[in-house]
């Protein structure tokens, strides 16, 4: 196996650690200038990080320290629910700073995002986790399968606080809500192991995103999940709206969905 192939496994090794032990909040304010802080917390089970002196926010703090135009605010560590949390909060000049933070310093941090100011008054944020492949293996591909079965039902959340109104959402994978000018979004791991998810969000001082429509997850049996509204369910037939797109789904060919 060469190093490359080493390198790779490694990381899906970590990966599938990270995933199935950690669990994730983040939490992001951003200034119309695209400044603003960020809040990262991670949590795991007491059992396996009571020694663990790796596990701190002080390791948080040295991470986060090293990177330019990041300014680290506070950090803390507690206990909640069976878990240790370890929590760092920090400032940044602005998000493409915050993409210089690898996956190997602060492991759920995965993505990049910008903020552009589209010349009309309103400006588009993007968020992109994941990263797509620069090439296609038959043994990535099987490795890639293998993981996203591991990894399971895990989900990351992101929570983000805009200065203006929002226009628009979209995204291509997970769950997104918004109330006000606040945007979860929960994205399932497997959609972005081996490649990428991405939220896109249109702000404008004038005008107001008035209403989402609901978004559901159709799982299906062989594993796949569609995420879209649900407009109509008869006995043999279940309509989905993904995408601006209606999906026509035979009811013996789905698991569950989640509302």
């Excluded at 959609?191 to 969000?201: H, I, P, Y």
């Amino acid at each position: 196996m060469n190093n490359t192939n080493k390198q790779f496994i490694g990381f899906l090794t970590c990966l599938l650690f990270c995933a199935g032990c950690i669990e994730y909040e983040e939490s992001l304010i951003i200034k119309k200038n695209g400044s603003g802080t960020i809040t990262m917390a991670y949590g795991m089970p007491l059992e396996m990080v009571e020694n663990d002196k790796s596990f701190s926010a002080e390791k948080i703090k040295n991470d986060l320290s090293g990177i330019e135009d990041v300014t680290v605010l506070s950090t803390k560590d507690f206990e909640k629910d069976e878990l240790k949390w370890v929590s760092a909060t920090a400032r940044f000049i602005s998000l493409e700073s915050l993409g210089n933070i690898k996956n190997e310093q602060l492991p759920a941090f995965a993505g990049a995002m910008t903020y552009t100011d589209n010349g009309d008054g309103s400006f588009t944020f993007t968020k992109t986790l994941g990263e797509e492949p620069k090439e296609s293996k038959p043994d990535r591909e099987k490795d890639m399968t293998m993981m996203k079965g591991m990894v399971g039902d895990v989900t990351w959340d992101y929570e983000i606080n805009f200065p203006m109104n929002i226009l628009d959402i979209q995204s291509n994978h997970g769950k997104v809500d918004f109330k006000g000018k606040k945007v979860t979004w929960s994205v399932p791991l497997a959609e972005f192991v081996g490649g990428t998810s991405t939220l896109t969000v249109k702000l404008g001082t004038v005008g107001r995103m008035e209403s989402s429509p609901k978004r559901q997850t159709v799982i299906l049996k062989n594993g796949k999940r569609i995420y879209g509204e649900v407009v109509n369910m008869t006995k043999t037939h279940c309509l989905v709206i993904v995408e601006k797109k209606r999906e026509r789904i035979e009811r013996d060919n789905i698991k569950s969905i989640e509302f």
